[in-house]
């Protein structure tokens, strides 16, 4: 058995931020090696390169794993971890886990009360900072497996990521673009048809425009979808759209950024520790979002089974 070693092993993602990580880390670094923080990084190549660093940092002993990144470099680290847990047998509980935020998207920090300041997150990490958060395992179309740290979702939300992440690609930042992908999503995509099942009661079937799925309350550079989802409660929050005409949706969005869209009278809104969602056509299975990122198609499952994993907290 590998011993557990007690360094922070960093993944940086120079990619993330429009490019800008390396002229924050660096600084970075030496804020590390002045506090006498014990550290190692590597340095990701590709998409998903994140994932199987984290894992072979886990199998090599470390416990301490931090994505400097945003979001989307979040989800990967994370998956990377679960995975090693998945596989052999390791409690999640013994992993530390944070995010040094550089990236354009860092919604996860919100819900933990993480500055978006490297040395004051370094600040953190040197009092030992910690909180917890669950372990959202899901599985999609096909028994694939996959992991969430913060929100997912179908319809409405999955294609506005993947909308929001074109644009990325396409060198655009900033926070219009997600409401401006928002906007263009609502014009354009198609009702789905679907039963939403929480905690073995079906709580919608038929007609729906999107679903969300909360870990954390954040999203979309500050749209609060489900926003009494608390990280360390064991329960997974849901934000069901039905049917409802383009205008009265429209009206709706400031309650996205409000946090009141529970309250709105339009949306189906709850909470569970068990969710399922099936697609009643072949035309309904539609994509998967995780923390952002396209992870697989309908149909969905989460069975939250009490597992968690430390995490940097203010």
Known sequence: MTEPKTAWYFIVNPRAGSGKTMSEWVPAERILQKRGIPFVTAMTDYKCHATQLAHDAAADGYRRIMAVGGDGSLHEVLSGIAEYCEESGTDASEFYLGVMPIGSGNDWIKSLNVPHDLEKVIELISKDSFGQMDVVKVQCSGGKRAWMANVGGTGFDSHVCSRVNLQKERGKRGKLIYLNALRYTMMHLDQLHLKVIADGQTVHEGICYSIAL???????????????????????DYMIVPKVSLRRMLKEIPRLFNGTINESGV????????????????????IIELDGEIEGKLPLSIEMDGRKVNVVKG
């Open 214 to 236: 909360g870990n954390g309350c954040y999203s979309g550079s500050g749209m609060r979808q489900v926003p009494l989802a608390q990280m360390d409660d064991g329960i997974i």
């Open 267 to 286: 949306v189906l809104s709850g909470r569970c520790k068990s969710l399922q969602i099936v697609p009643l056509d072949n035309a309904s299975e539609d």
